[in-house]
């Protein structure tokens, strides 16, 4: 049984910072990439951040720079840590996985949380 579970999302003032938290639990494991994605209301569904199974890490443009996204292969858990934040990143945050490889094409994940909201004012 594959499960996702996301923490960490609230709500910040604009140049604030959050750390938003995925916990994988099933068959998910270091050799999964892990990604964030976001959907605002009325926007579609937005790939924010991966991490592939050798570590290496892709940025929607929008967020580099301040966004940075990190695994804790221990605990089977991946990060998302947030600064400078931006109304516009205001959202529903989700965690998904796939395997082997990344893609920036959320429709190829197929195992996702429930997502944790993040608002900026």
């Known amino acids: 049984h594959v499960q996702l579970v996301e923490s960490g999302g609230g709500s910040v003032q604009a140049g604030g910072s959050l750390r938003l938290s995925c916990a994988g639990s099933?068959?998910?494991?270091?050799?999964?990439?892990m990604a964030w994605f976001r959907q605002a209301p009325g926007k579609q569904t937005e790939g924010v951040a991966s991490m592939d199974s050798n570590g290496r890490t892709t940025y929607a443009d929008s967020v580099k720079g301040r966004f940075t996204v990190s695994k804790d292969n221990a605990k089977n858990t991946l990060y998302l840590r947030m600064n400078s934040l931006k109304p516009e990143d205001t959202a529903v945050y989700y965690c998904?996985?796939?395997?082997?490889?990344?893609?920036?094409?959320?429709?190829?994940?197929?195992?996702w949380g429930r997502g944790t909201q993040v608002t900026v004012s």
């Open positions: 998904a996985a796939r395997s082997p490889i990344c893609s920036s094409d959320y429709s190829t994940f197929p195992y």
């Open positions: 099933g068959y998910i494991d270091r050799r999964y990439c």
